[in-house]
């Protein structure tokens, strides 16, 4: 194994050692240990805080009005049960490295930082500023992310490389998540006397009824890159008692959202479906938006996605794909402030959020080159 594929290796290993779930997140002490590694090597280094215990680190080197960020993400998603290894701890075993966080994203970090390093000592970042900016809280509302895009001082280029388990492939975009909590009213009464009241969950039935068929008609909806847009209910809950008819009852519906949906378009197309099924009945019902993540885009023919292709090139990998990520992600947050934006980091998004996740050896080395050629190919 080369020198600093052996360096991410064992960055990798230390940054899995600090427990950052989020809830509650508590990424600080990672980046305040992130920081005093890359302040060692030279790095102009700031801990962002974005809330208590939460924080982001951003390092940089050069000065120049071209700025090239390697932006990846501090905290994880609880472990959970059913874990064979350690999940703080990294556990190699028959060429993959086992542990919450290995494939999203601590193994990205630690790659950035390892061709990062490379780079800085040996003096070949060219006229380019390199910025690390590894954020808190992506896992649920981009918090870390909103901040820097919005805070961070712009160029005359500005491009980001995310580092989402993405297996080193080159992704353009990703679909959005709007997620809507939908309340149905009807009238509560005792079960023995059904008639004298409305069941909330009957309602709710057909509704979800109409929920299936609106998804089936969502399907049809054709998109270049992305997969159709989707709607489903994910959680439902009603009743309050054996003998009780409910008068509420409610349905979380989950919607994957392509460039042209919003959260205010949508919540009028799921009130639409409501006063069809309701309106002329003793009925009323709420809707609360409670997640809003817009989906992301970038051309195909943008400078970060030739800069990628240019990397491949030099690493003598095959031409590369260009395609999109099946996963949520903060993409769209830098889009949305005006930068030039792509995806690409080692791990398969499947190994992702699951018990055992790991991430396979070779695709961690072949991370730290490709983020050594893409910083070489601006």
Known sequence: MKAYSRMAVQMMKELVKFDTSNAPGNERPLAEYIADILKKEGFAVEVQKVAENRANVIASIGESERNLILNGHLDVVPSGSGWNTAPFRVTEKEGRFYGRGTCDMKGGLAAMMAAAIKV???NTL???????????????????????AKHFKKGQQNIVVIGEPTQN???VAHRGVVR???????KQCHSGRPSEGINALTL??????????????????????LPAPTVAATTATGGIKDNVIPGYAEVVLDFRTVPGDTAEKLTEET????????????????IEKYIDVAPGMTDTRAESVKIAQRAYGRLGWPEAEVTYFSACCDMSCFLAEGFDAILCGPGNLAQAHVADEYIEKQQLEDAVDFYENYILSM
């Open 180 to 186: 809507l909590r939908v309340g149905i009213y009807g």
């Open 204 to 225: 709710l039935g057909r509704f979800l009824v109409e929920v299936e068929e609106w998804n089936q008609r969502k399907q049809k909806l054709i998109q270049p890159i």
């Open 271 to 286: 009130d639409a479906v409501l006063k069809r099924i309701f309106e002329a009945e003793n009925v009323s019902w709420t």
């Open 169 to 171: 492939e080159i992704h």
């Open 120 to 122: 800085k000592r040996e």
């Open 126 to 148: 060219g006229n380019k500023n390199l910025v690390l900016a590894f954020v808190a809280d992506e896992e649920i509302h981009g918090t870390g992310t909103k901040y820097f």
